[in-house]
């Protein structure tokens, strides 16, 4: 079949089973934009208020459904405002396609008008990208591009069409015919080599020695493990040597926070018992985890007692913070269960870890001393309360600053993608964009976003997407009229110079949403507070995205904290 390069990319968006696009239509894909008006039954268009938030909106729909987001955008600052939400996913290995449209091939590299070499631009923060110069070539470059998005560690990818391409001729075949076999050889290659199977027995049995070996073993696990799905694995693994295990922000979730064996979130604002048991550890498990400075603080004074075992699908993450004394590479799911099965042939030395177990228990008692009763607003209660009402099957969204560490520490996690939060790059104004895309991709699920009036600032334009589409989440804003973990360290080690922190200036948050059409509600104490979540809930069941404005102390702090430069187990309580 004959198809223009615009048709043929649609096809071969419903071949990979895309479902949805969220986008921002502008010259250079307009010829994109024809077909998806053609196809609104076969592909249903998002249309956002800014273009990053359709990459923030692409992510988010990844993280909460397992599958790959698609996010578009016309050329030059359509293209360079995606840069972010592109950069965003890459930090948090999240599988998501970015189109962008550009000047007609004979107009490249001239400056021509909204010309910008994204390709060159959004180099360092993709796994790969293409610039497309024949429309011949469009199906492949879609095909590859997603097999090279999910598979190993996952992550961003661009395709950058130029207009011309899009209107161009060219022959397409569906992906299963013969005369696809080619690409189907490679695809197969391009996934083998991606996936990263480099370990074989004698790895397996090494690793397992390690561990009956252990007397006091640990188990730090990362967003890794969500993404490849072996969440069950790590609770079967952890059970099997009776190990604690510590989650990164990324990996809340994928063992439930109420199991005996976690200890929570590890890292600046982690738990007590988490940094505590990471020092005295005498094996460290790692996996699916990558020792990132806000988990490790002083590399060279963590884990101090340990061997550390690192289990991770990258190599390139083996051995780049941290020294490892062994380590296996490849898909953490698949690492679990064939180490399940070599650790049959050991015993684990029960009293020894018992005792361990004591002191973990002993130490899953120093909690930081609540400060909510001095202020007639606490966060702990907003969300503590927030969590019991809408279930485990909730999805929480959070921006980035305090509310976010807040959100971490306090609200039930017990279910992985359930969780979506900015880890690694921690952009503010993350939270629209990754709230709409968690509603569109699972709208049987209640959706709550967590945001603070710093970083909520910067994307409430978003509202009207969700009113257009009738898409209800309840966004609860911390509003301690400052841009909270900034004061925080101001107030700790700048000798409390408060420079430009401060936001004492508008919107009315509650008139904002009015403007939208969306109904909104001002919390001052736990008793109006309480009331606004009951009649957002209300507003949810009959269809509206409803807000709460949650006015809290502006000295409040997030603790524990563990100071920069000190060793984890050094915290602020």
Not at 206 to 233: L, N, Q
Not at 376 to 382: A, S, V
């Amino acid at each position: 079949m004959e198809y223009s390069g615009a048709r043929i990319l649609i096809e071969s968006l419903v071949e990979q089973g895309v479902d949805t696009v969220f986008g921002y239509p502008g010259g250079a894909v307009l010829f994109i934009y024809d077909e998806l008006y053609k196809h609104s039954d076969r592909i249903r268009h998002i249309l956002v208020s800014h273009e990053q938030h359709a990459a923030h909106a692409a992510d988010g729909y990844a993280r909460s459904s397992g599958k790959t987001g698609v996010c578009m955008a016309t050329s030059g600052p359509g293209a360079t405002n995606l840069v972010t939400g592109i950069a965003t996913a890459y930090m948090d290995s999240v599988p998501l396609v970015a189109i962008t449209g550009n000047v007609a091939t004979g107009l490249l590299g001239k400056d021509s008008f909204q010309e910008v070499d994204i390709a060159g631009i959004t180099m360092p923060v993709v796994k790969h990208n293409w610039l497309v110069k024949d429309a011949a070539e469009l199906a492949e470059t879609v095909r590859e591009a997603f097999i090279v998005a999910r598979s190993g560690r996952p992550g961003p990818v661009l395709i950058d069409i130029p207009k011309d391409v899009t209107s161009n001729k060219a022959w397409w075949e569906p992906s299963d015919t013969d005369g696809t076999a080619a690409l189907n050889a490679r695809s197969r290659r391009l996934s083998a080599r991606n996936s990263r199977k480099m370990f074989g027995e004698a790895e397996l049995e090494t690793a397992a020695r390690m561990i009956a070996a252990s007397k006091h073993p640990f188990i730090y696990a990362g967003g890794g493990v969500i993404a490849a799905d072996a969440c069950a694995e790590l609770k079967a693994f952890a059970e099997r040597i009776n190990a604690p295990v510590a989650l990164t922000l990324m990996a809340l979730g994928a063992l439930s926070h109420d199991h005996p064996l976690c200890t929570g979130m590890i890292g600046m604002h982690g738990t007590v018992a988490s940094n505590k048991a990471v020092q005295k550890a005498d094996l460290l498990i790692t996996m699916g985890a990558r020792f990132s400075d806000r988990v490790t603080s002083r590399a060279d004074r963590g884990a101090r007692n340990a061997q550390i075992l690192q289990f991770d699908i990258d190599p390139a993450e083996i051995n780049k913070n941290i020294k490892t004394d062994f380590e296996i590479s490849g898909d953490i799911k698949l690492i679990l269960q064939k180490i399940l099965k070599t650790l049959s042939k050991y015993d684990v030395e029960v009293d020894a870890v018992n005792s361990w177990h004591d002191e973990i228990a002993h130490w899953k008692t120093k909690i930081p001393k609540a400060h909510h009763r001095k202020t007639k607003l606490h966060p702990r209660f907003i969300i503590e309360e927030t969590g019991k009402r809408l279930g485990h099957g909730a999805i929480a969204v959070t921006d980035v600053g305090q509310h976010q560490m807040w959100a971490a520490q306090f609200y039930p996690h017990k279910r992985p993608r359930a969780f979506l939060s900015s880890g690694g790059l921690g952009t503010m104004g993350y939270g629209l964009g990754a709230a709409l895309g968690a509603k569109v991709a699972m709208p049987d699920c209640p959706v709550v976003l967590f945001t603070g009036d710093g970083s909520f600032r910067m994307n409430c334009g978003e509202l009207a997407t969700f009113a257009v589409y009738k898409l209800p989440i309840i966004v609860v804003i911390l509003n301690n009229g400052t841009l909270g973990m900034v004061r925080q360290w101001q107030h700790l080690f700048y000798e409390e110079r408060y420079s430009e922190t401060t936001l004492s200036r508008p919107p009315d948050f509650v008139k904002l949403a009015d403007a939208y059409g969306l109904p909104a509600y001002r919390a001052t104490d736990e008793n109006t507070f309480i009331s606004a979540l009951n009649a957002t809930l209300a507003d949810n069941a009959a269809g509206k995205t409803a807000l709460i404005d949650a006015l809290i102390d502006i000295d409040e702090m997030v603790l524990p904290m563990v100071p920069g430069g000190k060793p984890v187990d050094e915290q602020l309580l």
